[in-house]
């Protein structure tokens, strides 16, 4: 079991840089795959990227490669994800996911964990 809690979020204009934090409790925070998706009004929750319980792997949807970068930190048990040249049809509500498996599934169905996500808004 892990419990997830996002942070970072906020309001940025358009072509500005945040970074969300995903801190996890427990200890065995370094065997859980990692990744961010985010929900837009109205829209379903969508796969932005993943890492490997090591950070030797990553994966990211095409929308945001180039522009954002998923990392991890094992010993202070914390995700993070660094959005960069942010546009204004990205403002959702972010959330941080964990998995068992080697890489956190792109299908939201397939997560194990869920954090409650913290809100992005990008304004043109």
């Known amino acids: 079991q892990v419990q997830l809690v996002e942070s970072g979020g906020g309001l940025v204009q358009a072509g500005g840089s945040l970074r969300l934090s995903c801190a996890a409790s427990g200890r065995t925070f370094s065997r859980y795959a990692m990744g961010w998706f985010r929900q837009a009004p109205g829209k379903e929750r969508e796969f932005v990227a993943t890492i490997s319980w090591n950070g030797g792997r990553t994966i990211y949807a095409d929308s945001v490669k180039g522009r954002f970068t998923i990392s991890r930190d094992n010993a202070k048990n914390t995700a993070y994800l660094q959005m960069n040249s942010l546009k204004p049809e990205e403002t959702a509500v972010y959330y941080c996911?964990?998995?068992?498996?080697?890489?956190?599934?792109?299908?939201?169905?397939?997560?194990?964990?869920w954090g409650q996500g913290t809100q992005v808004t990008v304004s043109s």
């Open positions: 996911a964990a998995d068992r498996s080697q890489l956190v599934p792109s299908l939201p169905d397939e997560v194990d964990y």
